[in-house]
């Protein structure tokens, strides 16, 4: 028996300074993308002389981001099995169009309209799932077709103009917020009461993991940078959620992200066909040779990016209360930005969607932060695609040098 | 002074821990057809690819000398330059191209203005084609003629670049009966034009048809060379196989109990190609404890039955039936092939095996993921609980579960291959190449392991190249030709000239 295989995980007290000082460097090495964000941030609030971090401008980056955050977490699944969606930013607009026909001309009530929407998403998905997982057409050719076809159709179904005037229910997907204060109060303790109780949450979740694992034997964080990560969670959902309610309260766009974060980063890390994501992304013959049914994988993947996708355009659409002609132009180039920028591989296999949404919210301090200072939307571009360039630039040079020292 | 066109004298060829040549020594007779012998893994490719520069000088001991001048080439248009040229066993055509663009590849016919000359291009491949006996238009896309064509159209590559000595690995392992008969027919027509060739090639019958001598190599050895006056199937065959068995193996004492598996005229046909049979009509029967193994030449339709019978995951138009303990099971996806208990740990896992981005832990939960689900969620907890208990029983070198199995060593990457197949807890477990690629040491520890599974009862088969791994580890040897049984024999009663016997027998033409 090798001497090196049966070491126990190192003792998790934390009081050995050394080992636990390596063990944060090295964590602080594996969420660089976090650190990115931060110092994306603190560059802003300072060009911008603190405003980005105004109440009102917080609570406008997440509104004003949130269908590319909804976008950008079925991407990266997309990505992660190695395949690509350009047509994302055209079914947004299709599916928003199609959501205002529902009511203005349909004449079905909101919340009728918004799961039709949806279901119209699902069937979008299959159709460009069947042709990638059970005709074999690369992603790429059929999703550029896609995109082509559901912009024509986004125009067809609005027919040379705009539909605008949603009702109120419908636009609080994109503008609403929901908050208990009158009009005149400073503050909203509702807002701060689901902020303590969010942060509660996490903690308990973390605490019940790191048990867990401590249970069965595995590596944890050092108690000391266990709790230092968990005050600075604490204090910096906290300062967020302050600043969300001393503006109007939590954006419903906000829920709905949160929900999705949520239920997706289980989807990715807990269940089988999560599993079975990243097992097709990493090799797909093997994961065929394992069982994994790799067709229909790809199938309902892009089943769920349509869904995704649908309800974009729906968020979209509110929040402009106008579906137009140009909705969703560009959307697709910002979520796949959002996935690579947030460490996903283009060969596929790698890539989680916490990296997506802190990608996504790197874009989006970008494109306020250099609004603010009254910069230019050719040189906003221009600093984009640049940053999507060293992004990834930057995770290629790191994983050449981590292959040359453990490579055999 | 001599009539050799080539000699390599004493080559030695070195990979990490690895003595692939050792002391070499090759003579071949100018304008003769020199056949070179011996099993997977002897040295043949690696010695054809020192002489073809391949592997270029200076990475290699000895010398080799050309038309009497010692050569040392950094690269094969060093070699080509001399007028050597080798076809390899894959074909080296691009499919898209048409028959004179490939003959003609990076040796373009050109005009004044260093333009293609299209016109003189085709007139050229025209001639070419029509001294290897292929009558196609030189246009034709290389992908719409069959792979015995496509043989003939290397030659002719070939033979534009005036070629002196022609080395051709395999040549016939892919071609049917009467492409087979045509190519050596236009060996032995090029002889008589003066052309030289070496041909490697474990067919017996055929190295008696055309060669003039023979040199038989067995682990990176020179064994001997014969001429053709003297050449016999035994006497090649005891050249190929004639190595002493040292204890490699460890002991193991069958208890065989009830048949587990068997297979009834099997017959898989080719993916792409239906009208090439792979399989044809297998019978085979596997017992619980029994390790049961499958010897054949490379092309024998080992990995091809193998995969068909794994959820119908090879080939085409698959037919036959296949038992487990009696009942008769359908497995026609890999799912249902583990489903129904039947495990198949590949030849090649970086390629079909491992996620090599992945950690060891979710390589080894991959196949059973099912098994680890909690209320609709998998419990990593116990994931890693598991792949830990096959890190300390496997004796998976490694520092944590977590490592990427990327990192691993061979031997190391296969135990988590087989800790893989083993948790998905199959009755049947067939290995294809268990020990390919890893070090000796190692090999006995899967040994080992594969003891300890037919111990608690799993039926298993193992297929592999190296007869003596099959005759150390295994109870009972199936031999497989052309994609048919040919013979079984319990150990007891094999020897490595009755397998190879068995192995070489063709079907009656």
């Given at each position: 028996m090798s001497d090196t295989a049966t070491k126990a995980p190192a003792s998790s007290s934390g009081i050995k300074l050394p080992s636990t000082l390596s063990h944060i460097v090295s964590d602080l090495g594996k969420n660089g993308i976090f650190l990115a964000l931060i110092a994306v941030v603190v560059l802003f609030s300072i060009t911008t002389n603190g405003i980005l971090l105004r109440p009102q401008n917080i609570s406008n980056l997440i509104v004003q981001n949130g269908y590319i955050l909804i976008l950008a977490i079925g991407m990266v699944l997309v990505i992660v099995a190695g395949h690509i969606d350009l047509s994302v930013g055209s079914i947004a607009a299709f599916i928003g169009a199609f959501s205002g026909v529902l009511i203005?001309?349909?004449?079905?009530?909101w919340w009728l309209a918004i799961i039709g929407a949806l279901v119209v998403g699902a069937l979008v998905g299959a159709w460009q799932g069947f042709w990638i997982?059970?005709?074999?057409?690369?992603a790429f050719i059929v999703t550029l077709a896609g995109m082509l076809i559901f912009r024509g159709l986004a125009l067809i179904t609005l027919g040379n103009s705009n539909i605008g005037s949603f009702p109120e229910e419908y636009r609080a997907l994109g503008n609403g917020f929901i908050s208990f204060?009158?009009?005149?109060?400073?503050?909203?303790f509702f807002t701060l009461a689901v902020g303590a109780l969010a942060i509660l949450a996490l903690i308990v979740q973390q605490v019940r993991t790191r048990n867990g694992r401590k249970k069965y034997g595995q590596a944890v964080d050092p108690t000391v940078w266990f709790i230092a990560k968990m005050a600075f969670v604490a204090v910096g959902v906290g300062a967020f959620t302050y600043a969300l309610a001393s503006f109007k309260g939590i954006p419903v766009t906000l829920i709905v992200l949160a929900v999705l974060v949520m239920i997706y980063g289980i989807v990715a890390n807990r269940t089988v066909f999560g599993r079975h994501i990243y097992a097709i992304g990493g090799n797909r013959h093997a994961a065929e040779l394992s069982g994994v049914k790799t067709k229909s994988v790809d199938f309902w993947l892009f089943v769920n990016m349509g869904i995704l996708a649908a309800l974009a355009g729906l968020v979209f659409t509110a929040r402009l209360n106008l579906a137009g002609p140009?909705?969703?132009?560009?959307f697709e180039l910002e979520a796949i930005s959002a996935a690579f920028i947030g460490g996903a591989a283009v060969q596929g296999g790698i890539g989680t969607i916490s990296g997506a949404i802190i990608g996504g919210l790197i874009i989006g301090v970008l494109n306020n932060g250099m609004s603010i200072m009254g910069i230019g939307i050719e040189w906003q571009q221009a600093v984009k695609g640049l940053v999507l360039l060293l992004a990834v630039a930057f995770d290629v040079y790191n994983k050449r040098r981590a292959g040359a020292s453990t490579s055999r | 002074m001599t009539q050799n066109i080539l000699e390599m004298r004493s080559i030695t060829k070195t990979f990490p821990g690895v003595k692939?040549?050792?002391?070499v020594t090759l003579e071949v007779a100018r304008g003769e057809v020199h056949a070179i012998c011996g099993e997977n893994g002897a040295g043949k490719s690696t010695l054809m690819k020192v002489l073809s520069g391949?592997?270029?000088?200076?990475?290699?001991?000895g010398d080799i000398v050309f038309e009497n001048e010692t050569v040392e080439f950094r690269d094969i248009r060093d070699s080509e330059a001399k007028g050597i040229v080798i076809i390899h066993q894959?074909?080296?055509?691009?499919?898209?191209?048409?028959i004179a663009e490939n003959i003609f590849l990076n040796n373009e016919v050109k005009g004044p203005l260093g333009l293609i000359d299209w016109n003189r291009t085709n007139q050229e491949a025209k001639k070419l084609l029509a001294r290897v006996g292929l009558d196609e238009d030189?246009?034709?896309?290389?992908?719409?003629?069959g792979v015995g064509k496509q043989q003939l159209v290397e030659i002719a590559k070939a033979l534009s670049k005036e070629v002196k000595l022609l080395i051709l690995d395999e040549?016939?392992?892919?071609?049917?009966d009467s492409d087979s008969d045509h190519l050596l027919d236009l060996i032995l027509h090029l002889k008589g034009q003066g052309i030289t060739s070496i041909i490697i090639s474990h067919k017996l019958n055929e190295i008696k048809k055309i060669a003039d001598s023979v040199t038989v190599i067995r682990d990176g050895k020179t064994i001997e060379t014969m001429e053709h006056k003297d050449v016999s199937e035994d006497r090649i065959i005891k050249g190929m196989v004639g190595r002493d068995l040292e204890n490699r193996y460890p002991d193991h004492t069958p208890h065989i109990g009830e048949e587990v598996l068997r297979v009834e005229g099997w017959t898989a046909h080719h993916?792409?190609?239906?009208?090439?049979?792979?399989?044809?009509?297998v019978d085979l029967s596997v017992h619980a404890g029994e390790i049961v193994g499958i010897a054949g030449l490379m092309g024998a339709g080992r990995t091809e039955f193998a995969m068909s019978l794994f959820g119908q995951s090879y080939g085409s138009r698959i037919s036959g039936k296949v038992y487990k303990r009696g009942v008769e099971i359908k497995a026609r996806s890999v799912d249902e092939a583990i489903r129904n208990g039947i495990a198949y740990a590949t030849e090649d896992r970086k390629m079909y095996g491992l996620?090599?981005?992945?950690d060891i832990k979710r390589n080894i939960s991959m196949a059973s993921l099912r098994k680890l689900v909690r209320m609709g969620l998998v419990n990593d907890n116990e994931e890693y609980k598991v792949a830990n208990e096959y890190r300390e029983s496997m004796n998976?070198?490694?520092?944590?579960?977590?490592?990427?199995?990327?990192?691993?060593s061979g031997g190391n990457q296969q135990k988590v291959v087989l800790s893989k197949w083993i948790y998905s807890n199959p009755d049947v477990l067939i290995l294809d190449?268990?020990?390919?690629?890893?070090d000796v040491g190692a090999k006995y520890e899967i040994y080992t392991i594969i003891n300890r599974l037919a111990s608690e009862g799993k039926a298993i088969i193992v297929i592999s190249s190296e007869l003596p791994e099959l005759l150390g580890i295994c109870d009972r040897i199936y031999a497989l030709s052309e994609g048919r049984i040919t013979g079984q024999m319990p150990v007891a009663d094999a020897t490595p000239e009755a397998l190879l016997k068995l192995m070489t027998l063709e079907k009656q033409r």
């Open positions: 203005q001309q349909v004449g079905l009530p997982a059970y005709v074999g057409i690369p204060a009158g009009p005149d109060a400073a503050i909203d140009k909705a969703g132009d560009g | 692939a040549l050792s002391d391949v592997y270029p000088h200076g990475t290699y001991e894959e074909l080296a055509l691009s499919p898209y191209l048409s030189p246009v034709t896309r290389i992908l719409d003629i040549p016939t392992a892919a071609l049917n993916p792409q190609d239906p009208s090439r049979v792979m399989v044809d009509s996620n090599l981005i992945e998976i070198k490694a520092p944590t579960v977590l490592t990427k199995a990327g990192q691993l190449e268990p020990t390919r690629g890893i």
